[in-house]
């Protein structure tokens, strides 16, 4: 069966389809990774979006089983391959994924000149597509939505060790499952929220709060930049993650903008600030801090390496920080998990 890429520039490019056999739209963009496309797809962060992957063979070691997910679901709307394989070799295989897509109704084609898609992505910045099998659909715009709304549980989670003296409170904008690990192993409570509960409600006690990652523009989680916003009022230690240093900085006072192609990948080399530290980090945001624009009371912690962007942010006094990029990585390289650690030992 054959598939039809439709760029919003009237581009069209035919493919062969190996996912689902249904039509969707979505901003198309691209990640450079060379491993960890079960962790990509279900990173809620790319909801709404149309993946285009650069790294020319896709789906040889398969698909391994649910716990080893970011979330329970795939999140991508389309994927784009230059080279799929249908013949996977890894001791952590359960699937294949192409019989993976089909079970989640994703669409997925195999375009040969992925090099043409992403140079055409870098040059006039993201573009919104569609993927049409069978059925013609219309291009939307998912930024147009609140998508962390759409990826938020809808439940309250407790994980942990019940009699830690640390328990952390972790708004899921769309998080990532090994955030949770990461404190997990470090024997922390985690409470995970949804992102537009009540934190101040008296229901739970914490000594933390964590902003999680998520997908789409973050002046769209206006009910969350509220919470952080009385939060800060409050100082509450805080560590932001990936949409979650966007939040913090627009409920500081400062503001965030569309970058031309975003950053997805793991290998995006981020400086810590007055040093000459570089970490090499995983990344999947398409928004941004102003650095020309930071909150009062704050200074800008990293900075990337290749185009000068915000990286995170640290308050000068207190103990309250984000970073861009993801110190729990999965997947990617884990050079920045020390993040955990530095946030909490300082917690009172």
Known sequence: MTGTLVLADNTIIEGESFGAPVSMSGEVVFATGMVGYP???????????????TYPIIGNYGVPEKSLWESNQIHISGLIVSTYNDTPSHFQSRQTLSSWLKKSNVPALVISDTRFLTQKIRERGVILGKIVINKNIKISDPNDENLVSKVSTKKIIIEGNKSSSKTVLLIDCGA???????????????????WDYDIFNGKFSFDALVISNGPGDPKQADKTIQTVRKAIEKHVPILGICLGNQILALAAGGDTYKLKYGHRSQNQPCIMNKSNRCFIT???????????????GFSE????????????????????M????H???????????????FFLERLH
């Open 39 to 53: 962790e990509s797809f279900t990173d809620p962060s790319y909801k709404g979006q149309i993946l285009v992957l």
């Open 176 to 194: 990532k499952k090994n955030i949770s690990r990461c404190f997990i192993k470090r024997g922390v409570k985690v409470i995970t929220v949804p």
């Open 282 to 296: 995983t990344q999947n945001h398409g928004f941004a801090v102003d650095n020309k624009k930071l909150p009062i």
């Open 301 to 320: 912690w990293f900075i990337n390496a290749n185009d000068g962007s915000n990286e995170g942010i640290i308050h000068n006094k207190l103990p309250i």
């Open 322 to 325: 984000s970073v861009q990029f």
């Open 327 to 341: 110190p729990e990585a999965s997947a990617g390289p884990m050079d920045t998990e020390w993040i955990f650690d």
